[in-house]
């Protein structure tokens, strides 16, 4: 079999594709919360943060409090944290499993845009089961790569 990890096989563009707009999702939404931080000038962490600087010409102890409007914001990239590096790496041996390009396209799509999706949700305050509901079509998106992958490697 031909190395299935390079751009002439179309479930690795997929993937790729795929993976790139994870990567700038995630790597965005840290800049979102910088952000956030400027324009509402707080949401600060740390104590050292209070120093007066080129940053922060006014530091006030009240930076330091909690602030939703940032803190939404982390909280989005925490929960991105724990789903799109798990996508990342369970796609890759997914590609190596060689699995029909259209069922590849809509797993790994439909990642994507369960990831989106949730972030729209959660930067909009939905309920609970709203984000939830899209955090389960991810997370089973890549349970089923994963298992896809493993029936493959055994049999």
Not at 45 to 60: C, F, T
Not at 66 to 84: A, G, H, K, T
Not at 87 to 116: D, K, Q, S, Y
């Amino acid at each position: 079999m031909l190395n299935p990890l390079n751009l002439e096989n179309p479930v690795f563009v997929s993937y790729t594709i795929a993976a790139a707009l994870m990567i700038l999702k995630l790597v965005g939404q840290g800049w979102v919360t910088v952000f956030r931080m400027i324009k509402s000038d707080a949401g600060l962490l740390n104590p050292e943060d209070l120093q007066s600087g080129p940053a922060n010409r006014n530091p006030r102890p009240e930076q330091l409090g909690p602030n939703d409007y940032v803190d939404r914001s982390r909280r989005i990239q925490r929960n991105d944290l724990e789903n799109i590096p798990a996508f990342l790496a369970c796609g890759l041996i997914f590609v190596a499993a060689n699995p029909p390009a259209l069922l590849a396209n809509i797993v790994m799509f439909g990642f994507v845009l369960a990831r989106l999706a949730h972030t729209v949700a959660y930067t909009t305050e939905q309920r609970h089961e709203v984000r939830a509901t899209l955090f389960s079509i991810g997370s089973i998106a890549v349970i089923f790569m994963a298992l896809y992958a493993l029936v493959v490697a055994i049999f």
